[in-house]
């Protein structure tokens, strides 16, 4: 009976010591926040030594802090908290916005930054200070003084502008440049500011190659006549866009060949001199045929306005007829008028002269094309001609076979009987022949047959292998593109490793760190050491319940068989059975109603937790401030209602 009230207290004092346990380490985890904060430079008075004691520009500034740190980019975000509401909720959301844009997966809002509780809170700067870079996130031993924070916020200010890209002055506005952390604009010096001119380059050509020797003449020039490449553009500025410029036409121009050679050059079984030949014979039949297309083509210009209409000539006959033509019309143009005295008689004698030679010019031009309309025609009369000629004596060859037939037909007539046999003997002498040729025809056909079978097998099987080797090759060269760039890659990451591990500062001091996470984990387990011998003492008291319990049990059953049989024959037997059961019955009541107690203190104990939760969560003050900030909103928009009226 007795064991059973110390259920409750054992249960209390493991729910004690686990509450201090928490308690210690969120302490311990609050200093460490706490120091780190100071660390990156946030402004965080002596007196705070817990997360309770933020207030809500604390919040602000040291949120703000770890995302400059974090993101760069960051840097408009303000750390002061703004007097206006309206921007109080900006500033809040675009914290809120940030965070989740680093991977906060928690719920978030502007809420979060304004009406903070400690829970929250601690998870929002656990995450956020677990994103800093090493750098920033090593301790380093020396006294966060103001001293030490105005040469380390020197030194994020020099580092910041390092990392900022360089701009040209056509990008700036008279050297104005926005600077996102004090929002404000300075004036950005530039020094021998050039624009960017490339010229031609001439460079040596087959350099590289060893295996095609030079000509002596081009060795020659290359070492004696041609200049340097910085002596090539006029000006010294320029060589370094002109280099630019040649290196990045030959890498296009590489790409670009590189990707029609994998695309169609694989493809054509050709190397790759044969199929440049090609390509470069496909180029120049392209062009002349388009040249012979614009020459046909062309239209004659048109006479100016104000140009002397002459009648068209239709001009027939041989070209010596036609240049006979051409030369009388010449004889009987005007002959020029002496000069003139005066310029306007000048001008108006010039104007004439080529007002008579541009219709001249329009009236060749149009016998020029007339002429060649009927070189067209006469071209397809030829044409037709010989056709109609090749048909002629195609259809004449065949009757003159049809007249050899028929004569021959004609001549054998006489002796109709004898021809008839002959016919015969020649017809049978020719079908035995057929027969033996068509024997021996299929005794040559098979194994023709047969090798042109395995021929056409085998040219089909090596096709086959060539589209393997060729996709070999294209998977390859993939492989190879990819290996290229995963190198780069890592070559890249292995420089940015090395520069952070230049930057890193030698003097960082992590023995004071490591002690006191050994003290916490020493802590913890003494802490777990003194739960688990809590526990194994309940566990003992639980069994020596039940071992009473059951020993009650069983005591009670004999003893009251025993009383019972002798209170049949005795009176005071019989009372004293009544009060046995009566005992026993209370007893029993006493021990609900200590379990009772002991779940209602559980009950107790939960609901003194979520007070606890809930006014650590600051419910009440955060409504006032809501209240607060309402009313503030009110009056602000009033006020704005008032100016507009106004205006």
């Not at 059973?4 to 460490?32: C, G, H, N, W, Y």
């Not at 809002?109 to 304004?114: D, K, P």
């Not at 607060?628 to 006020?639: C, F, L, P, V, W």
């Amino acid at each position: 009976m007795f064991p059973a009230v110390l259920v409750p207290l054992i249960s209390s004092t493991v729910r004690l010591m686990l509450q201090s346990k928490k308690v210690f380490i969120m302490d311990e985890v609050d200093d460490i926040i706490i120091h780190t904060l100071r660390q990156i430079g946030c402004d965080l008075d002596d007196d705070i030594r817990s997360l309770r004691d933020f207030s809500t520009s604390h919040v602000i500034e040291a949120t703000v802090k770890c995302l400059r740190i974090i993101s760069p980019a960051l840097d408009e975000l303000s750390a002061v908290l703004p007097p206006g509401m309206s921007a109080r909720y900006r500033i809040g959301t675009s914290l809120a916005e940030a965070c989740q844009g680093l991977g906060y997966k928690g719920e978030m809002g502007y809420q979060t930054f304004l009406y903070t509780n400690e829970q929250d809170l601690r998870k929002i700067l656990i995450f956020l200070l677990e994103k800093l870079p090493k750098e920033s996130a090593a301790a380093v031993e020396e006294p966060a003084d103001r001293a030490a924070l105005l040469s380390r916020a020197i030194g994020a200010e020099m580092q910041r502008r390092l990392q900022l890209p360089w701009l040209p002055a056509v990008c700036n506005s008279r050297g104005l440049r926005w600077r996102q952390q004090n929002t404000c604009w300075h004036r950005e010096g530039v020094v021998d500011l050039t624009a960017h001119h490339a010229v031609s380059l001439t460079l040596p050509q087959g350099t590289s190659d060893h295996s095609k020797p030079l000509p002596q003449a081009l060795q020659a020039y290359y070492r004696q006549h041609l200049p340097l490449v910085s002596s090539q553009p006029m000006r010294p500025a320029d060589v370094a866009p002109s280099l630019l410029e040649r290196n990045a036409s030959e890498l296009s121009a590489e790409k670009e060949w590189e990707a029609e050679w994998n695309q169609s050059g694989l493809q054509s079984r050709l190397t790759k001199e044969e199929y440049r030949a090609r390509k470069l014979q496909r180029l120049q039949k392209r062009m002349s045929e388009q040249l012979a297309q614009a020459v046909q083509a062309g239209a004659p210009p048109r006479p100016r306005e104000g140009a002397t209409d002459t009648p068209s000539i239709r001009v027939r006959g041989s070209r010596f007829t036609q240049v006979q033509k051409l030369e009388a019309a010449k004889e009987e143009t005007p002959v020029a008028a002496p000069r003139a005295e005066t310029e306007q008689d000048a001008q108006a004698q010039r104007e004439l002269e080529g007002a008579t030679l541009q219709a001249e010019l329009a009236e060749l031009a149009q016998r020029l094309q007339q002429c060649k309309m009927d070189v067209r025609e006469y071209t397809a009369c030829t044409q037709q001609l010989d056709e109609s000629e090749t048909s002629l004596a195609k259809l004449t060859k065949e009757q003159e076979a049809v007249y050899r037939v028929k004569k021959r037909v004609m001549d054998l007539l006489p002796d109709a009987d004898n021809n008839i046999s002959k016919l015969q003997s020649v017809i049978e002498d020719s079908a035995q022949r057929l027969v033996s040729l068509a024997t021996q025809w299929e005794a040559h056909r098979m194994p023709l047959v047969k090798q042109y079978r395995e021929a056409k097998e085998q040219n089909i099987s090596r096709v086959s292998e060539t589209q393997q080797m060729l996709e070999a090759v294209r998977q390859l060269r993939e492989k190879i593109k990819n290996v290229a760039t995963d190198v780069r890659s890592r070559e890249d990451i292995y420089k940015q490793l090395v520069a952070e591990y230049e930057r890193t500062p030698r003097d960082v001091n992590r023995a004071a760190y490591t002690k006191r996470i050994m003290e916490i984990i020493s802590n913890i387990n003494r802490q777990n050491l003194d739960i688990q011998k809590v526990l194994r003492d309940t566990r003992e008291v639980q069994k020596e319940i039940n071992l009473l319990t059951g020993k009650l049990d069983r005591t009670f059953t004999v003893t009251d068989e025993l009383i019972f049989k002798d209170a049949k024959k005795e009176e005071a037997v019989r009372k004293s059975y009544k009060y046995l059961a009566t005992l026993h019955e209370n007893c029993n009541l006493l021990i609900r109603t200590v379990e009772d107690t002991g779940g209602i203190m559980r009950e107790i104990r939960d609901l003194e937790d979520q007070i606890e939760s809930e006014s650590n969560k600051k419910t009440l003050a955060n409504l006032q401030r809501i209240l607060a900030d309402y009313q503030q909103m009110r009056k602000e928009n009033t006020q704005l209602l008032n100016q507009l009226k106004q205006q």
